[in-house]
């Protein structure tokens, strides 16, 4: 499984591919920064993280892409750049017919480190050696994207055998109780 990472924002949206299978070693195959300026006109910013992307998806060729999912901040303005930088890059992915997942930073702490609260620093040493890296990728935002195609490619078997037995019993099931105001003994 090829997986392309998303760690959203509008000054610096980390990128990173890496391809490997559960319970087996995982090589990454790029990863950096899609930069841009931060006092630019928002519209050309989010051009310019579109055209990021785009390019990571034609040289690299992801089955998958993972993004961060945006969580509640104080800072409003913050968690909205972050929210369009994460729109771009589920465009740019289903423009392509690539399937997207949403994984909560926790999500990503937990299945990297062991826990959902590790700090930036944890997330970046776990990173370097589960891809046997050198060094820790810099910026943080580039090693936060190679770890959320790491969780990715970990948990995506299981959420797709638990979708899989979702389906089954959906199919399997009875029709479902009538709705309330059909039930007997009531009168509309």
């Known amino acids: 499984m090829r997986v392309l990472g ?8 980390g990128v990173g591919v ?10 990454m195959l790029g990863v950096g920064v899609v930069r841009t300026p931060a006092d630019a006109d ?17 040289e690299h060729r992801p089955e998958f ?19 369009q930088a994460s729109a771009v ?38 990173v370097t050696r589960l891809l046997r890296l050198d060094a820790p990728p810099k910026p943080a935002d580039a090693a936060d994207a190679l770890a959320l195609a790491i969780c990715h490619i970990w948990r995506a078997p299981a959420q797709n055998r638990l979708q899989q037995a979702v389906a089954l019993h959906a199919a399997q099931a009875p029709h479902a109780a009538p709705a309330p105001h059909a039930r007997k003994g009531r009168t509309a």
């Open 6 to 13: 998303v760690d959203p924002g509008l000054t610096r949206c």
């Open 18 to 27: 890496v391809e490997g299978v559960a319970g087996r070693p995982l090589t």
């Open 42 to 58: 928002l519209g050309h910013r989010l051009v310019a993280v579109e055209q990021g992307i785009e390019q990571w998806l034609d």
């Open 65 to 83: 892409v993972a993004v961060e999912r945006v969580f509640s901040q104080h800072n409003v303005r913050t968690v909205m750049g972050t929210a």
């Open 89 to 126: 890059a589920m465009l740019c992915a289903a423009r392509r017919g690539i399937p997207v997942a949403l994984h909560t930073p926790s999500e990503v702490k937990a299945a990297v480190t062991g826990s959902g609260r590790a700090d930036k620093a944890q997330v970046g040493t776990m």
